[in-house]
């Protein structure tokens, strides 16, 4: 597997996954990241680049992992990933390019789209639907029949009430309890929307 990314999504990545797969090779556009847990870092990724396994972006950033996936996804198979101790349904789907880390929970009937982050000890109950470039930070809580827009990132401990839908490109602040639907492009913090605006590019 070819990974991009080599900052703190990265290595968590990698301690996942080097027991049982061989690293190819990292790239970053950052030239100061020269190496990455014993790894090292090849630099940008040329764009005569040949891949010969798939490729996982390691970058937590919603809006970044998407440029990268939009400029890639006709010359790579991307990958994803299940911890071995997450639970997954296997009445559920999951697209490409996504991590499940460990302690995770995913049930019955849910649909996550591509290149999404379900974090550490995340919990997904029944019937969710989670667009693309979604992150779910650790300990987050979707209670069942909740629908997330792509590219909201939902902050860690935070919990969804049953059946909101929160638009996409939202921010939801950690530990904030969200009790009514939430426009895209907007942020909840605490128990209530913070703001909305319009989104630009």
């Keep these: 597997m070819y990974i991009y990314g080599a900052s703190g999504h990265g290595r968590v990545i ?3 996954i080097d027991s049982y797969e061989k690293i190819h090779g990292i790239f970053d556009d950052d030239p100061a990241k020269t190496e990455l847990l014993g790894y090292p870092v090849t630099g940008s ?13 390691a970058i937590g950033d919603n809006d970044i992992r998407k440029t990268i996936s939009e400029r890639l996804t006709h010359r790579v198979k991307f990958a994803t990933i299940i911890h071995d101790s997450a639970i997954f349904s296997k009445r559920a789907d999951l697209g490409v ?13 849910c649909e996550l789209g591509d290149q999404v ?13 989670v667009n693309d470039y ?18 909201t990132l939902i ?43 319009l989104r630009v590019g």
């Design 45 to 57: 990724l040329p764009d005569n680049f040949v891949f010969n396994s798939d490729l996982f972006i």
């Design 14 to 16: 990698i301690d996942i």
């Design 155 to 197: 902050g860690a401990n935070a919990i969804i009430l049953p059946g909101i839908k929160v638009g996409a490109w939202c921010s939801i602040g950690a530990g904030a309890i969200v009790h009514q639907d939430v426009p895209d492009y907007s942020t909840w913090i605490g128990n209530r929307l913070q703001s909305t605006k």
């Design 97 to 109: 390019g996504c991590v499940v880390m460990e302690g995770a929970i995913v049930k019955v009937g």
């Design 117 to 129: 982050i379900v974090n550490t000890g995340a919990s997904i109950d029944h019937d969710c639907i």
């Design 134 to 151: 979604v992150h779910i930070a650790p300990q987050a809580t979707l209670c069942g029949g909740i629908q997330i827009g792509e590219g």
